[in-house]
Structures are given as structure tokens and as C-alpha cells.
């Protein structure tokens, strides 16, 4: 895998050509200083000090009484604890502000590759959703996952120059509360080619994928022929598609081919094998009841940056749970 071939992955460099046929998104770059406070973990976890006076924990219980019983003695530990003010990002505050606005109030936020899906337990609503800049930058300051962004996006390239890119972004996507994750997909291309499409959500059984699912297949199949295959310019790499209620296709994000992107439904020899075998139709893959569920993964990174490489402990892991899956299959009961 090449640097370059990571740089086009990132939301700021493939949105503008493809922003016809995707989700409503606004970017900002970051100013570096916002940068080094994401990764600072030297002291005190603070958020930014809102001009708006905005919360990202409203529901937060202030008792100024224990509040003034705190008090600090001049020369303890404490003290330098104590004098630390919240940093300020105002100009950034009003940018982000007037961009939820434009987006209806509501958004999900993630930097030139990863959204904080670990850290979304810790918001107001349990999700990614946010309305403010100070619960943006609280799902962004707590996410370990954001590391892989901020430190480590070259680490599985050939000719690495550099442990970061030169600039980060904010990406803010339009919150849509009616999204269904059974309509989200992850395909998979090699040498220009669809080689496989697989459900994006494999730990869920969905049984109306079973009636739709070559309809399905062909739409997206047609929508990499007209809008991807000649524009993209790696050869290799995936993108993940959400299709609407009305079935129009929308492309969501693209991500290398191997490395932290994982295969899914697939392994990356399988993959390798579609490609050079090029039958009838892509390999489209859903779970099709309810014992072929994968086991989920609860973890404290994000889906996509769990190593699964052979030898991991999730690898024995998946090894073991399709060990006993098809001892089920094999047993008498199976078959009731």
C-alpha cells in the first residue's frame, strides 16, 4: 500500500468529486492547536470553554455549594490543577456552529478517516448525533480510536514519509435519524473491479435482505460502473454504500484495500481469489439466519481498526466461532 493511495481515502479529498452522490456533508480544516489538544493527555481532561455557553452534558447536576468547599491551598498538588482554564477554539466554535445550522440542527462528526464510534457511549443520546460544538468535541477528546488518524494513518505503507498528514479536517454529515443499517454495504474492489459486496452490519440477522438481496446486488453493481470505477483512481480499495427507502445509492466512505479496513464477510484471500477467478456476477454476501450471525465485536476501538490479522487473538477468535458453526451445521439437529 502506497501514502497515496491512504490520502485519497480521507473525506477532504474524495467529497468534493463525489458529493452529488453522497450525504450532506460541510468540512473544516483544524487549526493545529485544536490538533495538539486532542492529543494532549498530560492533565486534566477539559473541554473547550463554549462562547455559546453550550453544554455537551446538559443533564449534568451543578452544586455550587461542594463547589465552593473545594478549595485549594496555596503551595499543594492541587494548585496547578486548579489554575488550569478550559482552552478556547472560538473561531472554530462559530465555523462548526453555522455548519449543524446548514445541516438541520443535527450532525455526526468524524476527521479524515475515522468517526469516534467508541467513544459514542459517552454522549447525552448514546450515539454519534450531535447539535453543538462542545459535544463534538467531547466524543472527539474522548475517542482512543482517533489515535489511528492522528498518529498511526501510514503505519502499513511502503514508502511511509511521515506518521501524520500535513492537515486535519472535521468532517460533519448529516444526521439522519431514519437511517436502517440492514441498507448499509461494504464492496470491495481489486484491479478496478467489483469483486464483493458484503452486509455492513454482520452481527445482525435481517431477514428482508433475503428477498431483496440480488435487486440489491444490481443496483450497486450499476451504481460502481456510472459513478465510481472510472473516477476513483486506485486500483485497489473499498467503499461502503447506504441505499434509500427510495433506493437510490449514496456512497458513505471508501477506505484502503487490507490493512485496518476489515473484509467483513470475507477474508482478503477470498477476495484475492474472486478477482482472479472473474465468474458470473459479484460475491454478495448477507447473513442469511440467524446461527450465521458474526459474532460481534465490543471493543474500545472503532469496527474497521480491530486487527484480525492471522495470529490475532480475534483471528483464533473467528477461527473457533466457524469451527463451531459448522459443527452445528454438521449435527442432526441442525437440519430440524
Not at 465552593?68 to 494548585?79: A, T
Request: net charge negative.
Amino acid at each position: 500500500m502506497k501514502e497515496e493511495e491512504v490520502n485519497r481515502c480521507q473525506i477532504q479529498e474524495w467529497y468534493p468529486k463525489f458529493k452529488s452522490v453522497s450525504i450532506k456533508t460541510r468540512i473544516h480544516e483544524l487549526p493545529e492547536s485544536f490538533v495538539q489538544y486532542l492529543l494532549d493527555d498530560s492533565g486534566l481532561f477539559l473541554l473547550p470553554a463554549s462562547i455559546s455557553n453550550e453544554d455537551a452534558l446538559p443533564n449534568r447536576i451543578h452544586n455550587p455549594e461542594e463547589e465552593d468547599d473545594y478549595q485549594v491551598v496555596e503551595g499543594s498538588d492541587d494548585e496547578s490543577e486548579r489554575s488550569s482554564l478550559p482552552p478556547s477554539f472560538p473561531e472554530l466554535e462559530l465555523e462548526i456552529k453555522e455548519s449543524i445550522a446548514s445541516l438541520g440542527g443535527a450532525v455526526f462528526p468524524k476527521l479524515n478517516w475515522s468517526a469516534p464510534k467508541d467513544s459514542a457511549w459517552i454522549s447525552t443520546t448514546g450515539t454519534l448525533r450531535c447539535s453543538s460544538f462542545c459535544e463534538i468535541a467531547l466524543l472527539l477528546r474522548s475517542s482512543d480510536s482517533l489515535v489511528h488518524d492522528l498518529c498511526h494513518a501510514y503505519d502499513s505503507c511502503s514508502d511511509k514519509t511521515s506518521s501524520r498528514p500535513g492537515s486535519f479536517f472535521l468532517a460533519l454529515r448529516k444526521w439522519y435519524p431514519s437511517l436502517q443499517p440492514e441498507m448499509e454495504f461494504r464492496c470491495f474492489v481489486r484491479n478496478q473491479n467489483l469483486v464483493g459486496i458484503s452486509q455492513r452490519e454482520a452481527t445482525t440477522f435481517y431477514p428482508s435482505l433475503l428477498e431483496s438481496k440480488d435487486h440489491l446486488g444490481v443496483l450497486i453493481e450499476d451504481f460502481f460502473m456510472e459513478h465510481l470505477r472510472s473516477r476513483f483512481e486506485s486500483e485497489n480499495y473499498t467503499f461502503d454504500v447506504y441505499l434509500t427507502k427510495d433506493k437510490r445509492v449514496k456512497v458513505i466512505d471508501f477506505n484502503p484495500w487490507g490493512a485496518f479496513t476489515l473484509p467483513l464477510m470475507f477474508t482478503w484471500e477470498e477476495l484475492v481469489q474472486n478477482d482472479n477467478e472473474q465468474g458470473d456476477g459479484v460475491d454478495f454476501r448477507i447473513v442469511e439466519s440467524q446461527c450465521r450471525v458474526r459474532p460481534g465485536l465490543k471493543t474500545a476501538v472503532p469496527f474497521d481498526y480491530v486487527d484480525t490479522s492471522s495470529g490475532s487473538g480475534w483471528d483464533q477468535f473467528f477461527r473457533n466461532a466457524d469451527e463451531e458453526l459448522q459443527r452445528q451445521n454438521r449435527s442432526p439437529e441442525a437440519g430440524a
